[in-house]
């Protein structure tokens, strides 16, 4: 099956986007915009559900197989979802090329090291470790 073109026919014929990604970066964000709404209702869920309760029930509630990966399917999903945006904002709004590489690289190394440390501690919490 054949990939739907999002391009004009200009840009077909020459190949390229204005940033050479932007058609890929546009539908991922919208795709992790739609996913984020079960995730975040699910989230807020165990939250409420975790409202009043000791501290030794929470980390059994957090630690349980279904709610750790309902978390990290957020976290993931979040985390991609940030990197996205703060990638095109700094594409669209940052001129110096040094300081636009140097934003870029600081960006992805921030989106994954909160995604990294999140998921750390939801794993840590799921294995009992």
Request: net charge positive; hydrophobic share 55%; charged share 10%.
């Amino acid at each position: 099956m054949k990939k739907p073109q999002m391009r004009t026919p200009m840009r077909r014929v020459r190949g390229l986007g204005a940033a050479h990604s932007g058609t890929g970066d546009f539908w991922h964000q919208r795709v992790t915009s739609v996913a984020g709404i079960p995730l975040t209702i699910a989230l807020i869920v165990i939250v409420i559900a975790l409202l009043g309760r000791s501290h030794a029930a929470v980390v059994q509630i957090l630690g349980s197989s279904i709610v750790a990966i309902v978390m990290l399917l957020f976290i993931i999903n979040m985390a991609y979802h940030m990197w996205i945006g703060m990638k095109e904002i700094i594409i669209d709004y940052v001129h110096a090329d040094t300081l636009k590489h140097a934003t870029l690289m600081a960006n992805t190394f921030f989106s994954f090291a909160v995604a990294f440390a999140s998921a750390f501690a939801i794993l840590k919490l799921s294995f009992g470790v």
